[in-house]
């Protein structure tokens, strides 16, 4: 059997291994995904472990995103970005991918919005707007990120325009209703809205030929989603970035193309169940 699996701390939550059971059972492979739940200073045991053990692919989550990139050969893009979130241990050393950002990119091609010579607003700096800003930028893309903390929008407005040379500005939360009034594209890379009924965007400043992604998958309708499609705009829900950035890791790890279909009912369903907790 084929072993992948998930390293993280806490892990109990994720929804990764139902959705790739699903991939498994669907094609017919004989593998398993597992969880590990090493204590923070073990990182470096649990990655040589897994190494030792022959496990051939782990994804990687909080708190170990870049911590990981010291025991991996990351690709350009994970470099890049500054964290990994998908190990292959088919090379030696493993190999280190970012599979967030085209978990992004992906979600945008599933719903027909084309990213390339389009103005997109990313609200938040942290790691998921890392991954968010590099995939619109690498996609050709016109990115302008805000972020409460204005330094660190700098900060990474810089990182992005060094690596991509597309076209990167920072700004401030208040500047968002004339950022979003022009945009074509809108993620939100923040938390705001999974413990509360908020919107980091407000909703006068949503428009009908906008394309809005909302990071957060619980739940799958936030009040930035709810009030975009009463302005008339695309919405996409945060499962569609979790379901692609694991069709990713998967196809990444086989070599196989992920049944995403599968996969995605089966996510959707286990969401479905744990917001009716």
Same mark, same amino acid.
């Given at each position: 059997?084929?072993?992948?699996?998930?390293?993280?701390?806490?892990?109990?939550?994720?929804?990764?291994?139902?959705?790739?059971?699903?991939?498994?059972?669907?094609?017919?492979?004989?593998? $398993?995904?597992?969880?590990?739940?090493?204590?923070?200073?073990?990182?470096?045991?649990?990655?040589?472990?897994?190494?030792?053990?022959?496990?051939?692919?782990?994804?990687?989550?909080?708190?170990?995103?870049?911590?990981?990139?010291?025991? =991996?050969?990351?690709?350009?893009?994970?470099?890049?970005?500054?964290?990994?979130?998908?190990?292959?241990?088919?090379?030696?050393?493993?190999?280190?991918?970012?599979?967030?950002?085209?978990?992004?990119?992906?979600?945008?091609?599933?719903?027909?919005?084309?990213?390339? $010579?389009?103005?997109?607003? =990313?609200?938040?700096?942290?790691?998921?707007?890392?991954?968010?800003?590099?995939?619109? &930028?690498?996609?050709?893309?016109?990115?302008?990120? *805000?972020?409460?903390?204005?330094?660190?929008?700098?900060?990474?407005?810089?990182?992005?325009?060094?690596?991509?040379?597309?076209?990167?500005?920072?700004?401030?939360?208040?500047?968002?209703?004339?950022?979003?009034?022009? *945009?074509?594209?809108?993620?939100?890379?923040?938390?705001?809205?999974?413990?509360?009924?908020?919107?980091?965007?407000?909703?006068?400043?949503?428009?009908?030929?906008?394309?809005?992604?909302?990071?957060?998958?619980?739940?799958?309708?936030?009040?930035?989603?709810?009030?975009?499609? &009463?302005?008339?705009?695309?919405?996409?829900? $945060?499962?569609?970035?979790?379901?692609?950035?694991?069709?990713?890791?998967?196809?990444?790890?086989?070599?196989?193309?992920?049944?995403?279909?599968?996969?995605?009912?089966?996510?959707?369903?286990?969401?479905?169940?744990?917001?009716?907790?």
């Amino acid at each position: 059997m084929d072993v992948y699996g998930l390293v993280g701390n806490p892990v109990g939550h994720s929804l990764s291994p139902p959705m790739h059971e699903t991939a498994y059972e669907e094609l017919g492979m004989d593998a $398993g995904y597992v969880t590990f739940e090493p204590d923070p200073d073990d990182l470096a045991a649990a990655i040589a472990g897994a190494a030792a053990l022959g496990v051939r692919g782990l994804n990687v989550t909080i708190p170990f995103k870049e911590a990981v990139l010291e025991y =991996v050969d990351p690709d350009d893009l994970a470099a890049r970005i500054g964290a990994v979130n998908t190990v292959d241990f088919g090379t030696d050393p493993p190999t280190g991918y970012n599979t967030d950002a085209a978990g992004v990119r992906r979600s945008f091609e599933a719903h027909d919005v084309a990213l390339d $010579g389009r103005s997109a607003v =990313v609200v938040g700096a942290g790691g998921a707007g890392r991954a968010v800003a590099f995939s619109l &930028a690498d996609a050709g893309a016109e990115v302008a990120i *805000a972020n409460r903390t204005v330094e660190r929008a700098r900060d990474l407005a810089a990182d992005v325009d060094r690596y991509s040379g597309s076209r990167v500005a920072a700004h401030e939360l208040d500047e968002l209703d004339t950022l979003v009034g022009d *945009a074509d594209v809108l993620v939100n890379a923040t938390s705001v809205g999974m413990e509360e009924d908020a919107t980091p965007v407000p909703a006068e400043a949503l428009h009908g030929d906008l394309a809005v992604l909302d990071a957060v998958y619980r739940p799958l309708e936030t009040r930035l989603l709810h009030d975009a499609a &009463a302005a008339g705009a695309t919405t996409i829900d $945060g499962a569609w970035m979790l379901l692609y950035q694991g069709a990713e890791a998967f196809e990444r790890w086989t070599g196989r193309d992920a049944p995403v279909d599968a996969m995605n009912r089966r996510l959707r369903a286990a969401l479905g169940s744990a917001e009716r907790v």
